[in-house]
DNA sequence: CACTATCCCCCACATCTCCCCACAATGTAC
DNA sequence: GTACATTGTGGGGAGATGTGGGGGATAGTG
């Protein structure tokens, strides 16, 4: 499974459709089927998963006991924000209005490939972040996250 | 069996009436024919469950000890409030009087795909519990849920 | 038996979604 | 440069969906 990588900015037209870049079409497995599951993200954007790497995800949702509080709690919060989407034969994506709402994307959205998955942010958001992650606080991390032997891990 | 998934708010008419949403229709099984349980769910919402998923539940209350006081209670009190369902040919459900006192759904229904079943709620409610549930409680759960690497699953 | 309440079917209709067509912009081959 | 394919953007319209109300069949009550 290759990674999602490069950031592409696309206008949203006023029924909140969106093309979907045709360099991460080209990642996106066969598989998939042009389908996709988007929902609500950590970080105020949103995130698209094609169907065959979505379903890892309900696999691990299935696991969790659903006869707990905290279970529940967490299959609910985690589902309610998601919806299905396929491809137009423009291959376009219909963003959901209240994920638009929450992502404050109204005419310009940025796909970003992170890796499993594609992030979705409305280019204010994303400025935003950018600006309270100075260079050397990103080196930081990346040190962080990167540091050892990489070949170690696991 | 694909998780049901996403939030969808309907009116009640003054006959207890409440469409289906349609994109749940997709996720339930051509198996359940259109037939569902309800019942009260452990937190102040109701639970509805296709019937080819509420089989499995019966089937998992099959496995209780009988013989204990605490297992029939249990049993006693899950199905004591629970009842059949169909959809009408415009795919409407009529929810029980009873249910909607105990679930305070009066003119509003909001439906949320959790997984293997779907809740109603009134607003009232999801508002009260959306409350005392923190972003970083919500953080926390999802990492639970995502935390890892996908890829390395099993 | 009459009366009433409830359920469920049908019809009506406003709204929304999605599919299709058109075309502009961009990239590529010759 | 020109022709052609791919990609990005916009809009119109058919069909699906959500909502309300009328009315007939059925069952429960006095």
Redesign the pocket.
Known sequence: MPSFKGQ?E??????G???????L??TVSPDAQDRFTILRGLEPCLYLYPQDRWELVEKKLSKINNFSLKGRTVIRNFLRFAEDL?L?????L?L??HLMDFSEIDSTAIFIGAGERIEIWSPGKLEKVDNELSFESYQDLFEQVMGGNIEEEE
């Not at 459709?17 to 360099?23: H, I, L, N, Q, T």
């Not at 137009?88 to 376009?92: E, F, T, V």
């Open positions: 592409y696309h206008s949203v037209d006023n029924k459709r969106v093309a979907f870049p045709a360099k079409r080209k396929s137009d034969k423009q291959n376009r219909s959901p209005s």
